[in-house]
């Protein structure tokens, strides 16, 4: 069993940035894979970015491509999600989540354990 905790969210002004954090505790978050979902005010959850366990390798929605940037600390069991350049578009609530494969994916469903989420609240 893995437990996800997030953090860092907060309000920013449009332009801003935000920097998120996905902490695991329970099991070593080494061997998942890692990704990021929002879901905006009555709106479904999409995916936002992934890293894998693997080689770390990244992937990235179109909407936040070139703004944000996934990476891992697998010693401290923690991906973080840099977001710049923040867009009110981007408000949303944050969750991380963890999956057993071995390479990235966008699908919900292909996700084992998800955090409560943080808010991110973007002004403009």
């Known amino acids: 069993q893995v437990q996800l905790v997030e953090s860092g969210g907060g309000l920013v002004q449009a332009g801003g940035s935000l920097r998120l954090s996905c902490a695991a505790s329970?099991?070593?978050?080494?061997?998942?894979?890692v990704g990021w979902f929002r879901q905006p005010p009555g709106k479904e959850r999409e995916f936002v970015s992934a890293?894998?366990?693997?080689?770390?390798?990244?992937y990235y929605a179109d909407s936040v491509k070139g703004r944000f940037t996934i990476s891992r600390d697998n010693a401290e069991d923690t991906v973080v999600l840099q977001m710049n350049s923040l867009e009110p578009e981007d408000a949303a609530v944050y969750y991380c989540?963890?999956?057993?494969?071995?390479?990235?994916?966008?699908?919900?469903?292909?996700?084992?354990?998800w955090g409560q989420g943080t808010q991110v609240t973007v002004s403009s």
């Open positions: 329970g099991r070593t978050f080494s061997s998942y894979s």
């Open positions: 890293i894998s366990w693997g080689n770390s390798n990244t």
């Open positions: 989540a963890a999956t057993r494969l071995w390479t990235v994916t966008k699908q919900p469903g292909e996700y084992d354990y």
